[in-house]
């Protein structure tokens, strides 16, 4: 497989899928650039090189249809501010306009072609599409990590017409590693923190994890399915009844890997779901019938902060509480500041995954870890241990 740090584009036409799905505001100003920034270093590495650059993406959900509201042009001066560079446009990402495009580009050019879903084609992977598409390049690097977890024209099937010249950007090659080193490669004791609303969206995730972590961390509503099920009162706090089974199986083979589980021993108990509601502290296992937990308590805090601090590997999917209120986003507070002061000891940490992202970046953790994923669903199927096609398709 090459690489693209190894790689001269000196001459060479460079066709990158980026992932600039990007967040607009009404006007279609781009209002988070964090993803366009991620791209930088590939682009940068075909440009010093003496290539040129062909971006290919796609924007929202235009279904097949060209659709003015999802037209890359609204982005293109954004694109070329956090680039630092001019990036002309083509308003057709197949055909006539863009092999014009192309061909008049030359070394240290960029071109971003418009909304590969303009054509419902892209998603279908159709093999004529992706064909059409990797005309226009002399080789493929895929850097859309995002939208890896698709088989789709632009992110998987285009590579077969690059047998030789296919790689992965920096951004893909960094999120693939970091996955590595809590996968395969990790220093133990390798810690996983999992939370979030429900066991039946992370079973699969936990389950391909037991094989290769000392310690499980589960928080968050999903963490009530597991008390109940080992007999605990937990009120009206959120649980799945049928996933309690599950819930006594996962403890069960936690047990045979010698992985230990930490659950939140006390709550914060409320009799209402709101903010302003009166908070008293429960053992988790015993929760007074009216009450629910919406948060773990100040001695799970303790807990999980000695576990977090004496581990060398952590990855964190999901919140400890319900964080969207300020009231019960403490515990979730606190897990980042105990898994930022055990990177700081060197720890690796990575973030992965959703609403811990969102979280990570609105409360300044993405600066105190070792690395936040910029793919969710991508980053969620990696560690389910499913081979992403748009990685498959790379190695292949
Ligand atoms: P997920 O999408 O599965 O990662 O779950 C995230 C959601 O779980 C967030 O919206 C949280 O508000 C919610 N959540 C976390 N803890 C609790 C809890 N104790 N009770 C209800 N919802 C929770």
Redo the contacts with the bound molecule.
């Keep these: 497989m090459k690489r693209i740090s190894d790689f001269n584009f000196s001459g060479k036409k460079a066709l990158i899928r980026v992932d600039f799905n990007v967040p607009q505001n009404e006007e279609g100003e781009v209002t988070d650039t964090t993803r366009i920034l991620a791209a930088k270093p590939t682009i940068d590495k075909v440009i010093q090189d003496g290539g040129s650059v062909i971006l290919m993406t796609h924007l929202g959900r235009p279904k097949g249809q060209k659709n003015e509201k999802y037209s890359l042009k609204a982005i293109v001066s954004t694109v070329a501010e956090v680039l630092g560079k001019e990036v002309q446009f083509a308003s057709d990402c197949i055909g006539e306009v863009a092999e014009q495009a192309v061909s008049n580009l030359k070394g240290g050019d960029i071109l971003l072609l418009e909304n590969l879903r303009f054509y419902n084609e892209e998603e279908a992977g159709n093999e004529d599409f992706a064909k059409k598409l990797a005309q226009l390049g002399d080789v493929y690097i895929n850097d859309a990590f995002g939208t890896a977890h698709r088989k789709h024209a632009s992110t998987a099937v285009v590579a077969e017409y690059f047998p030789e010249d296919k790689m992965f950007g920096f951004l893909m090659e960094k999120e693939l590693d970091a996955i590595d080193k809590v996968l395969h490669n990790g220093e133990k004791p390798v810690t996983a923190v999992i939370?979030?609303?429900?066991v039946s969206?992370?079973i699969t995730i936990i389950e391909n994890i037991l094989p290769v972590v000392d310690n499980i961390i589960i928080?968050?509503?999903?963490?009530?399915t597991f008390i109940k099920a080992q007999g605990g009162k937990i009120g009206t706090?959120?649980v799945e009844e049928d996933k309690q089974e599950l819930a006594l199986q996962i403890l069960e083979s936690a047990k045979k890997h010698n992985v230990k589980v930490y659950l939140p021993v006390d709550?914060k108990g409320v009799g209402e779901?709101s903010n302003d509601a009166e908070i008293t502290i429960y053992n988790s296992n015993e929760i007074p019938d009216d009450k629910?937990?919406?948060?773990?308590g100040p001695k799970t805090s303790e807990i999980f902060d000695e576990v977090i601090k004496s581990s060398k590997t952590i990855l964190w999917?999901?919140?400890?509480?319900?964080?969207?209120?300020s009231n019960?986003a403490v515990g979730?507070i606190n897990l980042g500041n105990s898994i930022a002061e055990a990177n700081k000891q060197g720890a690796f940490s990575l973030v992965g995954?959703?609403?811990?992202v969102a979280f990570a970046k609105q409360y300044g953790y993405d600066s105190k870890v070792s690395y936040v994923s910029t793919g969710g669903g991508a980053m969620l199927e990696s560690l389910e241990g499913r081979e992403l096609p748009g990685v498959a398709a790379i190695k292949a």
């Design positions: 939370g979030g609303a429900k969206s992370k928080g968050g509503g999903m963490s009530f706090s959120l709550v779901f629910m937990g919406l948060d773990c999917n999901g919140p400890l509480g319900v964080f969207e209120m019960f979730t995954g959703g609403d811990s």
